[in-house]
């Protein structure tokens, strides 16, 4: 994953840390459907981004994040802020309320209710959190807004409990599962792209033709691009679509 400090480096470390921190866990859980502890890092997230908004209208932040007594009075007081950049004065402070409304009085359980909307809740919840988390970049990140784009990209990087990870190296931790579904899984859990070698390592492959024959094959189906030239692999959406499958597959076993 990218530097804390090329992401947000203005920010300060009291602000930046528990941000990245609750945009994983938010992340991680989303990917699990586990929508409570998901809804949880929301509104974590909701008050922490509160905290920077308000600090930024004369850059006196704070050393931590706080909440706010009323958030939604908190964020129309920002809408008078005129010296903030557009979305920090108007499109977030009317969307943190929204977020703050979905995890506080939508529930995750919806007891008796005739639909369960958890998944709609938290599908609004994590698109709503990912084009703040992208906004913050483009206005904190020093670089380009490719580079911006990017480094978010990076923060949503899928971590699992199906596969172990330290310094580095990287196991799917299920023995059933076939080469093409490992490929994607560790490929999704890895930001922007990977090697050939790097994946054969992580699978334990040495037949690297066969390997490569398989890439093919599922750059054919759109599951991943695959330079053959570099060797790099990268995943693409229908990709990233059937690792959630996957997940669901384990969790259900």
């Known amino acids: 994953m990218a530097e804390l ?3 947000l480096g203005s920010l ?9 921190q609750e945009y994983q866990k938010l992340t991680q859980n989303y990917m699990e459907h586990r929508w409570e502890p998901a809804e949880l890092s ?3 997230i909701c008050e922490i981004v509160y905290s920077i908004i308000n600090g930024h ?4 932040y704070p050393a931590s994040p706080s909440k706010p007594r009323n958030m939604a009075e ?3 007081r920002l809408e008078n802020e005129s010296s903030l950049p557009r979305s920090f004065q108007i499109l977030i402070p009317r969307m943190l309320p929204a977020l703050y409304e979905i995890r506080n009085n939508r529930g995750v359980g919806h007891v008796g209710g005739d639909v369960n909307a958890n998944t709609v809740d938290a599908t609004l919840m994590f698109a709503m959190v ?13 670089g380009t807004l490719e580079e911006a784009q990017n480094a978010v990209d990076g923060l949503a990087q899928r971590r699992t409990p199906l596969v172990w990870n330290s310094n580095g190296i990287k196991k799917v ?24 070698d790097e994946l054969m390592g992580w699978t334990e492959s040495t037949n690297k033709p066969y390997y490569k024959k398989i890439l093919k094959v599922m750059h054919k189906e759109k599951l991943i691009h695959f330079e ?15 690792v959630v499958t996957i997940v669901e597959q384990h969790a259900e076993s």
């Open 5 to 7: 400090k090329t992401l």
């Open 12 to 20: 300060p470390a009291g602000l930046r840390t528990p941000l990245v």
């Open 42 to 44: 929301a509104g974590k």
């Open 57 to 60: 209208v004369d850059g006196n």
């Open 74 to 76: 908190a964020c129309r």
């Open 130 to 142: 990912n084009w703040i988390m992208a906004e913050l970049v483009r206005v904190f990140h020093t």
């Open 173 to 196: 931790l299920s023995q059933k599962m076939n080469l093409k579904d490992q490929i994607l899984l560790l490929t999704s859990t890895t930001e922007k792209h990977v090697s050939i």
């Open 228 to 242: 053959e030239r570099t060797g790099i692999v990268m995943l693409l959406p229908a990709g990233s679509n059937k």
